[in-house]
């Protein structure tokens, strides 16, 4: 229910993005809430929402997917197999795995509800590609 509601309030205040591709909004909203809100997933879930997200203008969706995957993915780093850690690698697993990584993946879930109620994604369009030089002329003046 939690993520039905999160859905239909991203996917009404999300920006519209490249209206030459009106597919890509709601997709990406369904995956982002879904692996946002979640109980169960794995970091490389994440991979559907990039190839969604690289096709978004640029926002501050990007750095919270960017957050999200960081600590999601940081405590499946295989190790070295012959050596075994020491108590200091053995105690820093375990705060990155049950109390940073956690806290870091509810604090971008809660800011992705906060920029869908506020509407403040800070939605940057693309750049341009600069103008095609005339024929004969040389290239683009500089």
Do not use: E
């Not at 890509?24 to 982002?32: D, F, K, M, Q, W």
């Not at 600590?71 to 012959?82: L, M």
């Not at 705060?95 to 994604?121: D, N």
């Not at 939605?123 to 003046?141: D, F, H, N, Y």
Request: aromatic share 12%; glycine share 6%; proline share 11%.
């Amino acid at each position: 229910m939690v993520v039905a509601a999160a859905v239909l309030l991203t996917l009404c205040r999300l920006p519209a993005g490249d209206p030459a591709r009106p597919a890509i909004r709601p997709a990406l909203t369904l995956s982002v809430v879904w692996l946002f809100l979640w109980p169960y997933q794995f970091p490389w879930y994440d991979v559907m929402i990039f190839c969604l997200l690289v096709l978004y203008p640029a926002s501050r969706l990007d750095w919270l997917v960017l957050a999200r995957l960081t600590a999601g993915t940081i405590f499946t780093i295989p190790g070295n197999v012959f050596f075994r850690p020491g108590h200091l690698l053995t105690h820093i697993h375990y705060l990155v795995v049950h109390l940073i990584a956690p806290v870091v993946i509810l604090a971008a879930a809660i800011f992705l509800i906060t920029f869908s109620v506020s509407g403040r994604w800070k939605l940057r369009q693309p750049s341009r590609p600069p103008a095609a030089a005339a024929p004969g002329t040389g290239g683009p003046r500089q």
